[in-house]
């Protein structure tokens, strides 16, 4: 069965940045294209970043020069580096396979940006 394990979130200033993490295990992240997602409360699950197994990037416009998704597939894990945070950025964040997720979802770590 497969877990996703993020963490990395927290309380940042206007201008701020963060690194999330997410570990997968259970399945070999590898293979797949993996993704960012954020929720805000009252919002349907947004996709923010993909990257896919070749290491091809994709992000939403909304943090294209901001965010940057990585992987190291040596430690199933997926990464997300977000720089000039902004309050719109405040979201639960959540990893994930994409298109289509594994099935299973992560407790997703909170990202608040707020001054």
């Known amino acids: 069965q497969v877990q996703l394990v993020e963490s990395g979130g927290g309380l940042v200033q206007p201008g701020g940045s963060l690194r999330l993490s997410c570990a997968v295990s259970?399945?070999?992240?590898?293979?797949?294209?993996m993704a960012w997602y954020r929720r805000t409360p009252g919002k349907q699950r947004e996709l923010v970043a993909d990257i896919t197994s070749g290491g091809i990037t994709n992000y939403v416009d909304s943090v294209k020069g901001r965010f940057t998704i990585s992987r190291d597939n040596a430690k199933n894990t997926v990464y997300l580096q977000m720089n000039s945070l902004k309050p719109e950025d405040t979201a639960v964040y959540y990893c994930?396979?994409?298109?289509?997720?594994?099935?299973?979802w992560g407790q997703g770590t909170q990202v608040t940006v707020s001054s």
């Open positions: 994930n396979a994409a298109p289509s997720s594994f099935g299973a």
């Open positions: 259970g399945r070999a992240s590898r293979f797949y294209t």
